[in-house]
Protein backbone atom coordinates (compact mmCIF):
# COMPACT_ATOMS: atom_id res chain seq x y z
CA UNK A 1 0.00 0.00 0.00
CA UNK A 2 0.76 3.49 -0.63
CA UNK A 3 0.70 4.50 3.23
CA UNK A 4 4.12 5.47 3.80
CA UNK A 5 3.57 8.32 1.07
CA UNK A 6 1.49 10.19 3.52
CA UNK A 7 2.65 13.66 5.78
CA UNK A 8 3.45 12.30 8.89
CA UNK A 9 3.11 8.32 9.05
CA UNK A 10 1.04 6.32 11.00
CA UNK A 11 2.95 7.85 14.78
CA UNK A 12 0.58 9.95 15.56
CA UNK A 13 -3.04 7.92 14.92
CA UNK A 14 -4.36 8.95 18.48
CA UNK A 15 -4.99 12.39 17.23
CA UNK A 16 -8.48 13.51 16.92
CA UNK A 17 -10.42 13.38 13.23
CA UNK A 18 -10.53 17.11 13.25
CA UNK A 19 -6.39 17.40 13.62
CA UNK A 20 -6.35 14.77 10.82
CA UNK A 21 -8.38 16.78 8.65
CA UNK A 22 -6.69 20.12 9.29
CA UNK A 23 -3.08 18.25 8.94
CA UNK A 24 -4.27 17.04 5.45
CA UNK A 25 -5.20 20.69 4.14
CA UNK A 26 -3.72 20.23 0.76
CA UNK A 27 -5.65 17.21 -0.08
CA UNK A 28 -8.30 18.52 0.29
CA UNK A 29 -7.61 21.86 -1.21
CA UNK A 30 -6.18 19.98 -4.01
CA UNK A 31 -9.33 17.58 -5.07
CA UNK A 32 -11.46 21.05 -4.24
CA UNK A 33 -11.54 22.28 -8.10
CA UNK A 34 -13.27 18.76 -8.90
CA UNK A 35 -16.34 19.46 -6.28
CA UNK A 36 -16.29 23.26 -6.57
CA UNK A 37 -16.98 22.64 -10.53
CA UNK A 38 -19.27 19.34 -10.08
CA UNK A 39 -21.62 21.56 -7.31
CA UNK A 40 -22.16 23.76 -10.25
CA UNK A 41 -21.87 21.64 -13.40
CA UNK A 42 -23.24 18.53 -12.09
CA UNK A 43 -24.58 18.15 -8.63
CA UNK A 44 -26.92 21.32 -9.63
CA UNK A 45 -27.59 20.95 -12.79
CA UNK A 46 -28.94 17.26 -11.65
CA UNK A 47 -30.97 18.89 -8.90
CA UNK A 48 -32.52 21.42 -10.77
CA UNK A 49 -33.72 19.19 -13.86
CA UNK A 50 -35.46 16.90 -11.11
CA UNK A 51 -36.99 20.23 -10.50
CA UNK A 52 -38.00 21.04 -13.53
CA UNK A 53 -39.39 17.83 -14.28
CA UNK A 54 -42.30 18.77 -12.37
CA UNK A 55 -42.82 22.00 -13.91
CA UNK A 56 -43.75 23.80 -17.42
CA UNK A 57 -40.99 26.40 -18.29
CA UNK A 58 -39.87 27.78 -21.70
CA UNK A 59 -36.76 29.41 -20.18
CA UNK A 60 -37.67 32.91 -20.43
CA UNK A 61 -40.90 33.23 -18.72
CA UNK A 62 -41.83 31.99 -15.13
CA UNK A 63 -42.20 28.52 -14.04
CA UNK A 64 -45.83 26.49 -13.51
CA UNK A 65 -45.69 23.58 -11.05
CA UNK A 66 -47.43 21.18 -12.87
CA UNK A 67 -46.65 18.05 -10.90
CA UNK A 68 -47.08 14.80 -12.64
CA UNK A 69 -48.44 16.18 -15.75
CA UNK A 70 -44.93 16.16 -17.75
CA UNK A 71 -45.03 11.99 -16.64
CA UNK A 72 -48.69 11.88 -18.02
CA UNK A 73 -47.54 13.26 -21.36
CA UNK A 74 -45.15 10.95 -22.35
CA UNK A 75 -47.31 8.20 -22.31
CA UNK A 76 -49.44 9.80 -24.98
CA UNK A 77 -46.09 11.17 -26.81
CA UNK A 78 -46.09 9.83 -30.09
CA UNK A 79 -42.73 11.07 -31.51
CA UNK A 80 -40.91 10.19 -27.79
CA UNK A 81 -42.56 6.56 -28.92
CA UNK A 82 -41.35 6.70 -32.44
CA UNK A 83 -37.75 8.03 -31.54
CA UNK A 84 -37.14 5.24 -29.39
CA UNK A 85 -38.72 3.01 -31.95
CA UNK A 86 -35.71 4.55 -34.44
CA UNK A 87 -33.38 4.10 -31.58
CA UNK A 88 -33.78 0.13 -30.82
CA UNK A 89 -33.89 -0.05 -34.95
CA UNK A 90 -30.52 1.81 -35.69
CA UNK A 91 -29.11 0.01 -32.82
CA UNK A 92 -30.12 -3.56 -34.14
CA UNK A 93 -28.78 -2.02 -36.85
CA UNK A 94 -25.31 -1.81 -36.53
CA UNK A 95 -24.74 -2.99 -32.89
CA UNK A 96 -24.62 -6.81 -34.61
CA UNK A 97 -22.23 -6.21 -37.76
CA UNK A 98 -19.92 -3.79 -36.06
CA UNK A 99 -19.38 -6.13 -32.85
CA UNK A 100 -18.68 -9.13 -35.28
CA UNK A 101 -16.54 -6.54 -37.63
CA UNK A 102 -14.35 -5.80 -34.41
CA UNK A 103 -14.15 -8.23 -33.10
CA UNK A 104 -13.12 -10.28 -36.19
CA UNK A 105 -10.50 -7.26 -36.86
CA UNK A 106 -9.26 -7.86 -33.57
CA UNK A 107 -8.92 -11.32 -33.80
CA UNK A 108 -6.69 -10.58 -37.37
CA UNK A 109 -4.65 -7.81 -35.23
CA UNK A 110 -4.18 -10.23 -32.75
CA UNK A 111 -2.48 -12.71 -34.60
CA UNK A 112 1.44 -12.84 -33.66
CA UNK A 113 2.91 -13.13 -36.83
CA UNK A 114 0.93 -9.70 -38.51
CA UNK A 115 3.68 -6.98 -40.00
CA UNK A 116 2.39 -3.90 -40.18
CA UNK A 117 -0.19 -3.92 -37.28
CA UNK A 118 0.26 -0.34 -36.35
CA UNK A 119 -0.56 0.59 -39.66
CA UNK A 120 -4.29 -1.73 -40.02
CA UNK A 121 -5.26 -0.65 -36.60
CA UNK A 122 -4.60 3.20 -37.29
CA UNK A 123 -6.81 2.59 -40.13
CA UNK A 124 -9.75 1.07 -38.58
CA UNK A 125 -9.52 3.68 -35.66
CA UNK A 126 -9.18 6.36 -37.61
CA UNK A 127 -12.84 7.07 -38.57
CA UNK A 128 -13.73 7.79 -34.54
CA UNK A 129 -10.76 10.39 -34.03
CA UNK A 130 -12.53 12.81 -36.72
CA UNK A 131 -15.35 15.12 -36.47
CA UNK A 132 -18.12 14.05 -36.81
CA UNK A 133 -19.66 16.80 -38.60
CA UNK A 134 -17.23 16.53 -41.40
CA UNK A 135 -17.49 13.01 -42.04
CA UNK A 136 -21.40 12.89 -41.93
CA UNK A 137 -21.32 15.39 -44.73
CA UNK A 138 -19.20 13.32 -46.80
CA UNK A 139 -21.02 10.63 -46.39
CA UNK A 140 -24.04 12.72 -47.55
CA UNK A 141 -22.28 12.92 -50.94
CA UNK A 142 -21.46 8.89 -51.13
CA UNK A 143 -25.10 8.36 -50.12
CA UNK A 144 -26.24 10.81 -52.77
CA UNK A 145 -29.25 9.62 -54.43
CA UNK A 146 -28.12 10.02 -58.34
CA UNK A 147 -24.52 10.81 -58.62
CA UNK A 148 -23.11 9.67 -54.92
CA UNK A 149 -20.36 6.51 -55.10
CA UNK A 150 -22.45 4.27 -53.27
CA UNK A 151 -25.21 4.33 -56.06
CA UNK A 152 -22.70 4.90 -58.71
CA UNK A 153 -21.23 1.83 -57.45
CA UNK A 154 -24.64 0.24 -56.96
CA UNK A 155 -25.40 0.66 -60.82
CA UNK A 156 -22.05 -0.80 -62.09
CA UNK A 157 -23.28 -4.35 -60.40
CA UNK A 158 -26.50 -3.97 -62.09
CA UNK A 159 -28.91 -3.39 -58.85
CA UNK A 160 -31.05 -0.32 -58.65
CA UNK A 161 -30.18 2.91 -56.90
CA UNK A 162 -31.21 3.21 -53.20
CA UNK A 163 -32.49 6.73 -51.64
CA UNK A 164 -30.40 6.67 -48.45
CA UNK A 165 -31.34 9.70 -47.26
CA UNK A 166 -34.40 10.06 -48.69
CA UNK A 167 -36.78 7.37 -47.83
CA UNK A 168 -38.01 6.40 -44.57
CA UNK A 169 -37.38 2.65 -44.88
CA UNK A 170 -33.50 3.32 -45.67
CA UNK A 171 -32.46 6.08 -43.51
CA UNK A 172 -31.83 4.26 -40.59
CA UNK A 173 -29.67 1.70 -42.84
CA UNK A 174 -27.98 4.75 -43.44
CA UNK A 175 -27.34 6.20 -40.33
CA UNK A 176 -26.17 2.35 -39.33
CA UNK A 177 -23.38 2.15 -41.82
CA UNK A 178 -21.90 5.66 -40.78
CA UNK A 179 -22.05 4.75 -37.29
CA UNK A 180 -20.31 1.07 -37.86
CA UNK A 181 -17.75 3.19 -40.31
CA UNK A 182 -17.36 5.15 -36.95
CA UNK A 183 -17.10 2.98 -34.27
CA UNK A 184 -15.67 -0.47 -35.17
CA UNK A 185 -12.24 0.86 -34.67
CA UNK A 186 -13.05 1.61 -31.15
CA UNK A 187 -14.66 -1.54 -30.68
CA UNK A 188 -11.72 -3.52 -32.04
CA UNK A 189 -9.20 -1.59 -29.88
CA UNK A 190 -11.34 -2.32 -26.71
CA UNK A 191 -11.41 -5.93 -27.89
CA UNK A 192 -7.59 -6.55 -28.89
CA UNK A 193 -7.01 -5.23 -24.84
CA UNK A 194 -9.33 -7.89 -23.99
CA UNK A 195 -7.89 -10.55 -25.88
CA UNK A 196 -4.17 -9.36 -24.95
CA UNK A 197 -5.43 -10.37 -21.43
CA UNK A 198 -5.69 -14.21 -21.78
CA UNK A 199 -2.89 -15.78 -20.85
CA UNK A 200 -1.26 -18.23 -23.83
CA UNK A 201 -1.36 -20.83 -21.71
CA UNK A 202 -5.32 -21.55 -21.88
CA UNK A 203 -4.22 -21.74 -26.10
CA UNK A 204 -1.42 -24.08 -25.42
CA UNK A 205 -3.52 -26.43 -23.27
CA UNK A 206 -6.49 -26.69 -25.95
CA UNK A 207 -3.93 -27.10 -28.51
CA UNK A 208 -2.52 -30.24 -26.64
CA UNK A 209 -6.01 -31.48 -26.43
CA UNK A 210 -6.44 -31.50 -29.70
CA UNK A 211 -8.70 -28.76 -30.05
CA UNK A 212 -8.67 -26.50 -33.35
CA UNK A 213 -8.32 -22.67 -34.22
CA UNK A 214 -12.08 -22.65 -34.19
CA UNK A 215 -12.51 -24.57 -31.17
CA UNK A 216 -9.98 -22.89 -29.34
CA UNK A 217 -11.84 -19.32 -30.40
CA UNK A 218 -15.46 -20.78 -29.24
CA UNK A 219 -14.42 -22.33 -26.48
CA UNK A 220 -11.50 -20.20 -24.44
CA UNK A 221 -11.50 -16.74 -26.30
CA UNK A 222 -15.19 -15.72 -26.90
CA UNK A 223 -16.02 -16.90 -22.82
CA UNK A 224 -13.02 -15.16 -21.71
CA UNK A 225 -14.12 -12.02 -23.67
CA UNK A 226 -17.39 -11.78 -22.29
CA UNK A 227 -16.78 -9.17 -19.90
CA UNK A 228 -15.00 -7.25 -22.96
CA UNK A 229 -18.30 -7.72 -24.97
CA UNK A 230 -20.31 -6.87 -22.08
CA UNK A 231 -18.36 -3.69 -21.65
CA UNK A 232 -18.64 -2.40 -25.59
CA UNK A 233 -22.16 -3.55 -25.43
CA UNK A 234 -22.88 -1.11 -22.49
CA UNK A 235 -20.83 1.69 -24.44
CA UNK A 236 -23.13 1.03 -27.34
CA UNK A 237 -26.05 0.86 -25.59
CA UNK A 238 -25.28 4.33 -24.21
CA UNK A 239 -23.74 5.30 -27.88
CA UNK A 240 -27.20 4.55 -29.52
CA UNK A 241 -29.50 6.24 -27.12
CA UNK A 242 -27.48 9.53 -26.70
CA UNK A 243 -26.40 9.66 -30.14
CA UNK A 244 -26.32 12.88 -31.57
CA UNK A 245 -23.85 14.61 -34.20
CA UNK A 246 -24.78 11.74 -36.76
CA UNK A 247 -28.16 12.04 -37.24
CA UNK A 248 -27.98 15.86 -36.51
CA UNK A 249 -26.14 16.42 -39.67
CA UNK A 250 -26.26 13.45 -42.03
CA UNK A 251 -30.05 13.28 -41.82
CA UNK A 252 -31.15 15.61 -39.13
CA UNK A 253 -33.93 12.99 -37.90
CA UNK A 254 -35.31 12.94 -41.48
CA UNK A 255 -37.22 11.99 -43.64
CA UNK A 256 -40.02 13.27 -41.66
CA UNK A 257 -39.14 11.50 -38.29
CA UNK A 258 -37.75 8.41 -39.28
CA UNK A 259 -34.12 8.51 -38.47
CA UNK A 260 -34.69 10.68 -35.13
CA UNK A 261 -33.04 8.73 -32.16
CA UNK A 262 -33.69 9.59 -28.43
CA UNK A 263 -30.85 12.19 -28.32
CA UNK A 264 -31.90 14.08 -31.26
CA UNK A 265 -35.56 13.79 -30.48
CA UNK A 266 -34.29 15.41 -26.84
CA UNK A 267 -32.31 18.20 -28.28
CA UNK A 268 -35.19 18.90 -30.38
CA UNK A 269 -37.61 19.09 -27.43
CA UNK A 270 -34.86 20.88 -25.63
CA UNK A 271 -34.02 23.57 -27.74
CA UNK A 272 -36.16 23.12 -30.43
CA UNK A 273 -39.27 23.87 -28.96
CA UNK A 274 -37.99 24.98 -25.62
CA UNK A 275 -40.30 22.31 -23.39
CA UNK A 276 -37.34 22.69 -20.58
CA UNK A 277 -39.55 20.98 -18.13
CA UNK A 278 -41.26 18.52 -20.21
CA UNK A 279 -37.70 17.66 -21.52
CA UNK A 280 -35.99 17.47 -18.30
CA UNK A 281 -39.01 14.78 -17.22
CA UNK A 282 -38.38 12.72 -20.72
CA UNK A 283 -34.43 13.06 -19.75
CA UNK A 284 -34.52 11.79 -16.14
CA UNK A 285 -37.18 8.60 -17.50
CA UNK A 286 -34.94 7.61 -20.09
CA UNK A 287 -31.71 7.35 -18.37
CA UNK A 288 -32.88 5.93 -15.59
CA UNK A 289 -34.66 3.25 -17.52
CA UNK A 290 -31.06 2.77 -19.03
CA UNK A 291 -29.25 2.77 -15.83
CA UNK A 292 -31.60 -0.34 -15.03
CA UNK A 293 -30.90 -1.91 -18.19
CA UNK A 294 -27.60 -1.29 -18.11
CA UNK A 295 -27.36 -2.73 -14.47
CA UNK A 296 -29.44 -5.95 -15.30
CA UNK A 297 -27.47 -6.45 -18.22
CA UNK A 298 -24.01 -6.19 -15.70
CA UNK A 299 -25.52 -8.44 -13.37
CA UNK A 300 -26.40 -10.82 -16.12
CA UNK A 301 -23.21 -10.61 -17.78
CA UNK A 302 -21.54 -11.53 -14.10
CA UNK A 303 -23.68 -13.90 -12.98
CA UNK A 304 -22.98 -16.80 -15.55
CA UNK A 305 -19.49 -16.28 -16.63
CA UNK A 306 -18.34 -20.05 -18.01
CA UNK A 307 -22.40 -20.85 -19.18
CA UNK A 308 -23.92 -20.03 -22.30
CA UNK A 309 -21.55 -19.51 -25.32
CA UNK A 310 -23.34 -17.30 -27.22
CA UNK A 311 -21.20 -13.99 -26.02
CA UNK A 312 -21.14 -12.64 -28.79
CA UNK B 1 -2.06 -17.65 -31.71
CA UNK B 2 -5.02 -18.60 -32.37
CA UNK B 3 -5.38 -18.28 -36.45
CA UNK B 4 -2.39 -20.54 -36.90
CA UNK B 5 -2.43 -20.21 -40.75
CA UNK B 6 0.63 -21.83 -41.50
CA UNK B 7 0.63 -21.98 -45.38
CA UNK B 8 2.38 -18.54 -46.84
CA UNK B 9 -0.96 -18.52 -48.81
CA UNK B 10 -2.99 -18.15 -45.86
CA UNK B 11 -0.65 -14.93 -44.37
CA UNK B 12 -1.15 -13.65 -47.90
CA UNK B 13 -4.88 -13.69 -47.71
CA UNK B 14 -5.29 -12.31 -44.15
CA UNK B 15 -3.02 -9.38 -45.90
CA UNK B 16 -5.53 -8.91 -48.46
CA UNK B 17 -8.09 -9.04 -46.37
CA UNK B 18 -7.03 -6.32 -44.17
CA UNK B 19 -5.70 -4.44 -46.65
CA UNK B 20 -9.22 -4.35 -48.79
CA UNK B 21 -10.95 -3.47 -45.72
CA UNK B 22 -8.41 -0.92 -44.51
CA UNK B 23 -8.82 1.20 -48.12
CA UNK B 24 -12.53 0.51 -47.77
CA UNK B 25 -12.58 2.32 -44.35
CA UNK B 26 -10.40 4.86 -45.85
CA UNK B 27 -12.61 5.68 -48.57
CA UNK B 28 -14.32 8.73 -47.18
CA UNK B 29 -11.11 10.48 -45.73
CA UNK B 30 -9.93 9.85 -49.60
CA UNK B 31 -13.05 11.34 -50.76
CA UNK B 32 -13.13 14.03 -48.59
CA UNK B 33 -9.67 14.74 -49.55
CA UNK B 34 -10.37 14.96 -53.30
CA UNK B 35 -13.27 16.84 -52.82
CA UNK B 36 -11.47 19.83 -51.36
CA UNK B 37 -9.88 20.30 -54.90
CA UNK B 38 -13.27 19.83 -57.26
CA UNK B 39 -15.77 22.54 -58.39
CA UNK B 40 -19.19 22.05 -57.17
CA UNK B 41 -20.10 20.11 -61.19
CA UNK B 42 -17.05 17.59 -60.30
CA UNK B 43 -18.32 16.37 -57.04
CA UNK B 44 -21.52 15.79 -58.59
CA UNK B 45 -19.90 14.50 -62.06
CA UNK B 46 -20.72 11.01 -62.98
CA UNK B 47 -18.91 8.99 -63.44
CA UNK B 48 -17.09 9.81 -59.98
CA UNK B 49 -13.88 11.18 -60.24
CA UNK B 50 -11.42 9.38 -58.16
CA UNK B 51 -8.60 12.08 -59.07
CA UNK B 52 -9.90 15.89 -59.55
CA UNK B 53 -9.60 16.71 -63.06
CA UNK B 54 -8.56 19.53 -63.55
CA UNK B 55 -7.56 20.41 -59.66
CA UNK B 56 -9.02 23.28 -58.05
CA UNK B 57 -7.76 25.66 -55.43
CA UNK B 58 -10.36 28.02 -55.53
CA UNK B 59 -12.32 25.99 -52.80
CA UNK B 60 -9.52 27.47 -50.19
CA UNK B 61 -10.12 30.84 -51.66
CA UNK B 62 -13.53 30.80 -51.41
CA UNK B 63 -14.03 29.89 -48.01
CA UNK B 64 -10.90 31.90 -46.86
CA UNK B 65 -12.52 34.71 -48.34
CA UNK B 66 -16.37 33.94 -48.06
CA UNK B 67 -16.40 32.47 -44.43
CA UNK B 68 -14.06 33.74 -41.07
CA UNK B 69 -12.58 30.47 -41.17
CA UNK B 70 -8.92 31.93 -39.58
CA UNK B 71 -10.91 33.12 -36.75
CA UNK B 72 -13.00 29.49 -36.46
CA UNK B 73 -9.66 28.08 -36.36
CA UNK B 74 -8.49 30.25 -33.78
CA UNK B 75 -11.22 29.91 -31.47
CA UNK B 76 -11.20 26.33 -31.65
CA UNK B 77 -7.62 26.34 -30.86
CA UNK B 78 -7.80 28.58 -28.08
CA UNK B 79 -11.21 26.48 -26.25
CA UNK B 80 -8.87 23.13 -27.09
CA UNK B 81 -5.79 24.67 -25.60
CA UNK B 82 -7.57 26.08 -22.72
CA UNK B 83 -9.98 23.30 -22.11
CA UNK B 84 -7.12 20.24 -22.28
CA UNK B 85 -4.82 22.68 -20.00
CA UNK B 86 -7.28 23.59 -17.72
CA UNK B 87 -8.67 19.76 -17.53
CA UNK B 88 -4.80 18.05 -16.85
CA UNK B 89 -4.29 20.97 -14.24
CA UNK B 90 -6.95 20.00 -12.12
CA UNK B 91 -7.65 15.97 -12.77
CA UNK B 92 -3.50 15.40 -12.06
CA UNK B 93 -3.83 17.94 -8.83
CA UNK B 94 -7.21 15.52 -7.80
CA UNK B 95 -5.58 12.32 -9.16
CA UNK B 96 -2.05 13.27 -7.14
CA UNK B 97 -4.19 13.97 -3.81
CA UNK B 98 -6.55 10.27 -4.02
CA UNK B 99 -3.09 8.92 -4.71
CA UNK B 100 -0.62 10.12 -2.33
CA UNK B 101 -2.92 10.95 0.82
CA UNK B 102 -4.46 7.93 1.02
CA UNK B 103 -4.19 8.89 5.25
CA UNK B 104 -6.62 12.10 4.93
CA UNK B 105 -10.11 11.43 6.79
CA UNK B 106 -12.86 10.80 4.24
CA UNK B 107 -10.32 10.45 1.04
CA UNK B 108 -11.84 6.68 -0.25
CA UNK B 109 -15.16 8.20 0.43
CA UNK B 110 -14.60 11.27 -1.88
CA UNK B 111 -12.93 8.91 -3.97
CA UNK B 112 -16.12 6.74 -4.90
CA UNK B 113 -17.60 9.81 -4.85
CA UNK B 114 -16.14 11.21 -7.88
CA UNK B 115 -16.27 7.81 -9.87
CA UNK B 116 -20.15 7.87 -9.03
CA UNK B 117 -20.66 11.05 -10.95
CA UNK B 118 -18.84 9.00 -14.19
CA UNK B 119 -22.76 7.33 -14.51
CA UNK B 120 -24.39 10.84 -14.86
CA UNK B 121 -24.94 11.21 -18.29
CA UNK B 122 -25.02 14.34 -19.68
CA UNK B 123 -28.02 14.35 -21.21
CA UNK B 124 -29.90 14.89 -17.41
CA UNK B 125 -28.06 18.01 -17.01
CA UNK B 126 -27.87 19.95 -20.31
CA UNK B 127 -30.45 22.19 -20.12
CA UNK B 128 -29.59 23.41 -16.27
CA UNK B 129 -25.76 23.96 -17.63
CA UNK B 130 -27.17 25.02 -20.04
CA UNK B 131 -29.55 27.60 -18.26
CA UNK B 132 -26.49 28.40 -15.57
CA UNK B 133 -23.60 29.18 -18.69
CA UNK B 134 -26.90 31.97 -19.87
CA UNK B 135 -26.87 32.99 -16.06
CA UNK B 136 -22.81 33.40 -15.28
CA UNK B 137 -22.81 35.30 -18.67
CA UNK B 138 -20.93 32.81 -20.24
CA UNK B 139 -22.72 32.21 -22.93
CA UNK B 140 -20.90 33.04 -26.58
CA UNK B 141 -17.62 33.06 -24.41
CA UNK B 142 -14.80 30.87 -25.08
CA UNK B 143 -15.16 29.91 -21.45
CA UNK B 144 -18.13 28.34 -21.93
CA UNK B 145 -16.62 25.76 -23.69
CA UNK B 146 -13.27 25.37 -21.91
CA UNK B 147 -14.96 25.11 -18.17
CA UNK B 148 -17.65 22.69 -17.54
CA UNK B 149 -16.00 19.59 -17.99
CA UNK B 150 -12.61 20.42 -16.56
CA UNK B 151 -12.54 18.79 -13.78
CA UNK B 152 -13.69 15.46 -14.62
CA UNK B 153 -14.25 12.48 -13.09
CA UNK B 154 -12.23 10.11 -15.46
CA UNK B 155 -9.61 11.86 -15.55
CA UNK B 156 -9.16 12.34 -12.19
CA UNK B 157 -9.41 8.32 -12.13
CA UNK B 158 -6.65 7.87 -14.54
CA UNK B 159 -4.24 10.80 -13.47
CA UNK B 160 -4.77 8.61 -9.97
CA UNK B 161 -4.03 5.30 -10.58
CA UNK B 162 -1.01 6.14 -12.93
CA UNK B 163 0.37 8.13 -10.35
CA UNK B 164 -0.45 5.64 -7.66
CA UNK B 165 1.57 3.27 -9.62
CA UNK B 166 4.42 4.96 -11.11
CA UNK B 167 5.52 7.79 -8.64
CA UNK B 168 7.57 5.82 -5.74
CA UNK B 169 6.61 7.64 -2.29
CA UNK B 170 10.49 7.28 -1.49
CA UNK B 171 10.64 10.35 -3.97
CA UNK B 172 8.20 12.09 -2.22
CA UNK B 173 9.47 12.11 1.20
CA UNK B 174 12.84 12.76 -0.09
CA UNK B 175 11.31 16.47 -1.22
CA UNK B 176 9.47 16.37 1.40
CA UNK B 177 12.85 16.53 3.79
CA UNK B 178 14.54 18.89 1.25
CA UNK B 179 11.77 21.61 2.35
CA UNK B 180 9.38 21.36 -0.80
CA UNK B 181 6.03 22.72 -0.45
CA UNK B 182 3.22 19.99 -1.03
CA UNK B 183 1.95 22.05 -4.24
CA UNK B 184 5.85 21.74 -5.20
CA UNK B 185 6.00 18.12 -4.95
CA UNK B 186 3.10 17.93 -6.79
CA UNK B 187 4.51 19.98 -9.65
CA UNK B 188 8.08 19.43 -9.72
CA UNK B 189 8.27 15.48 -8.59
CA UNK B 190 4.52 14.10 -9.41
CA UNK B 191 3.81 15.70 -12.51
CA UNK B 192 6.58 15.19 -14.78
CA UNK B 193 6.96 11.24 -13.91
CA UNK B 194 3.12 10.66 -14.65
CA UNK B 195 3.93 13.15 -18.71
CA UNK B 196 2.60 9.61 -20.00
CA UNK B 197 -0.29 9.55 -18.55
CA UNK B 198 -0.97 12.93 -18.84
CA UNK B 199 -0.32 12.99 -22.81
CA UNK B 200 -2.93 10.10 -22.99
CA UNK B 201 -5.61 12.17 -21.16
CA UNK B 202 -4.65 15.49 -23.16
CA UNK B 203 -5.34 13.51 -26.25
CA UNK B 204 -8.00 12.07 -25.00
CA UNK B 205 -9.27 15.78 -24.45
CA UNK B 206 -8.40 17.05 -27.23
CA UNK B 207 -10.26 15.24 -29.89
CA UNK B 208 -13.37 15.42 -27.81
CA UNK B 209 -13.28 18.97 -27.16
CA UNK B 210 -11.96 19.83 -31.43
CA UNK B 211 -14.96 17.65 -32.49
CA UNK B 212 -17.63 18.64 -30.12
CA UNK B 213 -20.55 20.10 -32.24
CA UNK B 214 -23.63 20.20 -29.77
CA UNK B 215 -22.01 21.94 -26.97
CA UNK B 216 -20.44 24.73 -29.95
CA UNK B 217 -24.35 25.17 -31.43
CA UNK B 218 -25.54 25.70 -28.31
CA UNK B 219 -23.44 28.16 -26.87
CA UNK B 220 -21.16 29.82 -29.49
CA UNK B 221 -23.81 32.34 -30.89
CA UNK B 222 -21.99 34.75 -33.39
CA UNK B 223 -20.05 34.37 -36.07
CA UNK B 224 -16.99 35.82 -34.38
CA UNK B 225 -17.22 32.75 -32.08
CA UNK B 226 -17.70 29.92 -34.55
CA UNK B 227 -15.55 26.91 -33.94
CA UNK B 228 -14.43 25.19 -36.73
CA UNK B 229 -16.97 22.22 -36.49
CA UNK B 230 -19.80 24.81 -36.08
CA UNK B 231 -18.93 27.28 -38.72
CA UNK B 232 -18.68 24.10 -41.47
CA UNK B 233 -22.03 22.65 -40.28
CA UNK B 234 -23.88 25.98 -40.29
CA UNK B 235 -22.29 26.33 -43.78
CA UNK B 236 -24.87 23.73 -45.15
CA UNK B 237 -28.32 24.05 -44.99
CA UNK B 238 -28.58 27.57 -46.79
CA UNK B 239 -30.11 27.01 -50.42
CA UNK B 240 -27.68 25.59 -52.35
CA UNK B 241 -24.68 23.62 -50.38
CA UNK B 242 -21.50 24.90 -51.33
CA UNK B 243 -19.42 21.02 -50.79
CA UNK B 244 -16.11 22.11 -52.08
CA UNK B 245 -15.93 24.88 -50.00
CA UNK B 246 -17.50 22.61 -47.05
CA UNK B 247 -14.70 19.68 -48.05
CA UNK B 248 -11.64 22.53 -47.94
CA UNK B 249 -12.95 23.75 -44.52
CA UNK B 250 -13.59 19.95 -43.48
CA UNK B 251 -10.09 19.05 -44.38
CA UNK B 252 -8.93 21.86 -41.93
CA UNK B 253 -10.33 20.53 -39.45
CA UNK B 254 -9.96 16.61 -39.79
CA UNK B 255 -5.95 17.14 -40.66
CA UNK B 256 -5.06 18.54 -36.97
CA UNK B 257 -6.70 15.61 -35.35
CA UNK B 258 -5.41 12.59 -37.77
CA UNK B 259 -1.55 14.49 -37.17
CA UNK B 260 -2.55 14.60 -33.34
CA UNK B 261 -3.99 11.01 -33.48
CA UNK B 262 -0.94 8.96 -35.31
CA UNK B 263 1.51 11.30 -33.17
CA UNK B 264 -0.02 10.17 -29.52
CA UNK B 265 -2.18 6.74 -30.95
CA UNK B 266 0.06 4.75 -28.71
CA UNK B 267 -1.45 6.64 -25.54
CA UNK B 268 -4.67 7.49 -27.03
CA UNK B 269 -5.41 3.61 -27.02
CA UNK B 270 -4.04 3.44 -23.44
CA UNK B 271 -6.26 6.01 -22.44
CA UNK B 272 -9.37 4.07 -24.11
CA UNK B 273 -8.57 0.53 -23.26
CA UNK B 274 -7.72 1.62 -19.68
CA UNK B 275 -11.89 1.20 -18.97
CA UNK B 276 -12.16 -1.88 -20.65
CA UNK B 277 -9.14 -3.78 -18.66
CA UNK B 278 -10.91 -2.41 -15.29
CA UNK B 279 -14.53 -3.71 -16.37
Same mark, same amino acid.
Given at each position: MADDGDLAGPARRARTRWADVRRHWHFYVFISPFFILFAVFGLYPMLFSLYLAFVKWDGLTGMTWVGLANFATMLEDEILATSLWNTLVIGLLYVPPMMVLAFLFALALN? /????MRGAFRSAFFLPCVTPMVVIAIVFGLLYSPERGLLNYTIGRIGLDPIPWLNSEAWSKVAVAILVVWRWTGYNMVLMLAGLQGIPHEYYEAAKVDGAGAWQRVRHITVPLMRPTFLFCGLLSLLGTVYMFDEVFV????? /???????FGLYLFNIS????RFGYASSVAYTVALAVFVIALAATRRGRASPDEGEGGA | MRHRIKTAAGKLSLYVVLAGLALVFLVPFYWLAISAFKSQGQIFSTPPQWVPSPWQWSNFEDIYRETNIVRAFLNSCVIAVGHVTLSLFLCSLGGYAFAKYPNAPGGRKLFAFVLGT?????AVTLIPTFVILMKLQM???WWAMIVPGAANAFGIFWMRQYIAAHVPNDLLHAARIDGCSEFGIYWRVALPIARPALAALGIMLLIGTWNNLMMAFLLLRTKDMQTLPLLIYLLQGETRTPFGMLMAGGLLTVVPMVVAFLVFQRQFIAGITSGAIKA
Open positions: V /PWLKLTRGG /PGISSTNFGDF | MMIPGVNT
